[in-house]
């Protein structure tokens, strides 16, 4: 069991510069979560994919964001034209479906975006 | 919004039991109470979850009131370790999303 990876681990990035960040889920997981998380605040969703499609999306997510999931698989969010506020970790969780018993979302370690 | 509230801190010496409560006045019938915590630089990482009956895991025991309405979270022998932030979560079982919402948490802290 891999878990769920996410790169970079660290990202630091000039304003107005863009950003991607990848995500890879557990293999059979088809449910993927993005999550952002700023310094001394829980996470809170940004959007959702079951296998390829999208099916939520938060009203965070700005029209500078965007995230895909092109083959049901890995899921990449992009940021465009950064500001120093979209200063954040940003966390990917998948989940498989129909949502077992006990667990739910497995979480990746993050990646933390520093905008200067 | 998250519908818990938790105080914002706690301390717990190592090897005593810690006990984290969390009130959900607002839970309705048919949502759950999810735990989850997150140790510094990690994501977070689930821990446990009930409906009304009290559950206990390898992780934890979760107690949860009568009315529902409340219910605590207890690790029986704190190790240094289990210093993290823990957040308390009330969700339809059967979500359509499975979005989490998370509310700011507790941060224990294990005293040596």
Redesign the interface.
Known sequence: DTG?SQNPRHKITKRGQNVTFRCDPISEHN?L?W?RQTL??????LT?FQNEAQ??KSRLLSDRFSAERPKGSFSTLEIQRTEQGDSAMY?C?S?PIP?SA?????????TRLTVT | D?KTTQPTSMDCAEGRAANLPCNHSTISGNEYV?WYRQIH??????II?GLKNNET?EMASLIITEDRKSSTLILPHATLRDTA?Y?CIVRP???N?????????TTLQVKP
Do not use: C, D
């Open positions: 769920v449910r979560y999550y001394g605040q829980g996470p809170e969703f959702y099916l939520e966390l969780a989940s949502l006990g667990i739910e979302q497995y979480f990746g370690p993050g | 998250a999810y630089s990690q994501g977070p990482q689930y979850h895991n932030v957040y079982r059967e979500s999303t499975g979005k989490l919402i998370f509310g700011q948490g």
